[in-house]
């Protein structure tokens, strides 16, 4: 027969055991690993925000290295640099693979690559054409094109001196926009290796020397934990409406929906559409570079068509509500590489769309403001009637489809037309058509 196991002794088998469990998920949680995120889109402030997350949360967990599977036409310049920055002083290596095959890193995309501790490509894909270009896609114009070309050239140089990369061809893909092969770009010592896919490239990293932060750092990638950081709510919504134009759509049906709701109270659906939009606007520019003096001229431009409803100007408040609008829209962004703010192709559109709303409710209001009442004792009054019992001085009148009770100061037979000329306590006083 089995002696049976002590009390306190089966209490400190259970303790020892949670203590080893804990102690377990300690060591696994402890294991090495990396992470890899995914970047499929323009570079705007949103893709600048996700980025920059991702580099902190790596450096935070302790990640072995971060792989930024990249696939861009391009985008920003301002997010760029705020992206190239944060690679260049990451607490963990930066590996941006332009993936997959057919993939590309155009414009932005070439500086982000360029700026990487490890450049890799698939096949099939291509890297450069970095040459600026204005916000809608046009050239810039030739008197801020020597300036532009300039800053980032220099750039590129700094970036490509920093890495030990081809600064000639990099300096080539910015001046005339040269684009190659994943390939050609290794043979031009543009990037580190070509991966066939991400299996592929892992492997290839395990034991790679990387010269980091002045120190030999060798990569010890195989087997180990793959974990993928992905966007948040947060993240997905300021990557969507973090493009400029679009912001700038957002504050304009903003600022008309909740005008039209303050200029005709009670239609609720301008107004929740208006807020909606003006809420998702305020919250894209605060990642761009906003200037405020624009933004004041424009709320400048919605008080002059508010007044216009209040006060006969003869359609000058109007005209200065147009030109306040158009002149804080050009000014609402300040972008370095640009001369125009804002799209053309968006811009005139949405001036001419939302100046044009303004004006017509803001005479639609004026119109109800000033038109005769339809209801109540002043829509009576002016109206004729007839009298159908004698009014001496009291009696019935019939006016507006409806029989009233009425008053008069002189004797007036049934059948004669009054007019309406005042009530009280809901009997109307009347006088004689003829009296005029």
């Not at 009442?373 to 009298?387: D, R, T």
Request: net charge negative; hydrophobic share 50%; aromatic share 8%.
């Amino acid at each position: 027969m089995k002696k049976p196991v002590p009390r306190s002794c089966s209490l400190f088998l259970v303790i020892l055991a949670a203590a080893f469990s804990a102690f377990a998920g300690s060591a696994s949680s402890d294991a090495p690993f990396l992470n890899i995120v995914q970047v499929q889109d323009s570079i705007n402030p949103g893709t600048e925000d996700f980025l920059k997350y991702a580099i902190s949360r790596s450096e935070d967990d302790g990640a072995e290295c971060l792989i930024v599977l990249l696939d861009t036409p391009g985008g920003l310049v301002t997010s760029m640099r705020g992206i190239v920055q944060a690679i260049l002083n990451s607490r963990v290596p930066i590996i941006v693979y332009v993936y997959p095959s057919g993939a590309q890193a155009a414009s932005a995309g070439v500086f982000i690559t360029a700026a990487a501790d490890i450049a890799a490509m698939a096949p099939g894909s291509n890297i450069g054409a970095a040459h600026p270009v204005a916000g809608g896609g046009e050239d810039v114009p030739s008197t801020m094109e020597e300036k532009v070309l300039s800053d980032l050239t220099a750039f590129m140089r700094s970036i490509a001196a920093q890495r030990g990369r081809n600064a000639e061809w990099l300096e080539e893909s910015v001046r005339r926009s040269v684009s190659v092969t994943a390939e050609e770009a290794f043979r031009e010592n543009v990037i580190d290796l070509v991966a066939d896919d991400l299996p592929a490239l892992i492997s290839s990293l395990d034991g790679w020397e990387l010269r980091w932060k002045g120190t030999t750092r060798v990569l010890r990638l195989a087997g180990i934990e793959q974990r993928t950081i992905s966007p948040g709510f947060q993240h997905r919504i300021l990557r969507s409406i973090s493009n400029p134009n679009l912001a700038y759509i957002l504050l304009m049906i903003g600022l008309a929906g909740l005008y039209f709701e303050l200029s005709q109270p009670g239609a609720i659906f301008p107004g929740v559409i208006g807020g909606i939009s003006l809420i998702l606007a305020l919250y894209a520019m605060q990642t761009l570079p906003v200037n405020y003096a624009g933004f004041l001229i424009i709320l400048l431009a919605v008080i002059f068509f508010i007044l216009e409803i209040k006060v006969t100007s003869y359609g000058m408040l109007s005209l200065a509500g147009v030109l306040a609008l158009i002149l804080g829209s050009l000014m609402l962004f300040r972008f370095p590489d640009r001369t125009t703010p804002l799209s053309m192709s968006v811009f005139i559109p949405t001036v001419a769309v939302i100046s044009g709303f303004f004006i017509a409710v803001a005479g639609l209001a004026f119109r109800a403001q000033v038109r005769r009442p339809q209801v109540g004792a002043e829509a009576l009054e002016g109206m004729i009637g007839e009298v159908t019992r004698d009014l001496a001085p009291e009696g019935k009148v019939f006016v507006h489809g409806e029989l009233w009770n009425a008053e008069a100061d002189e004797h007036i037979s049934k059948g004669e037309k009054v007019e309406v000329i005042g009530m009280h306590n809901l009997k109307l006083k009347v006088k004689k058509i003829s009296a005029r």
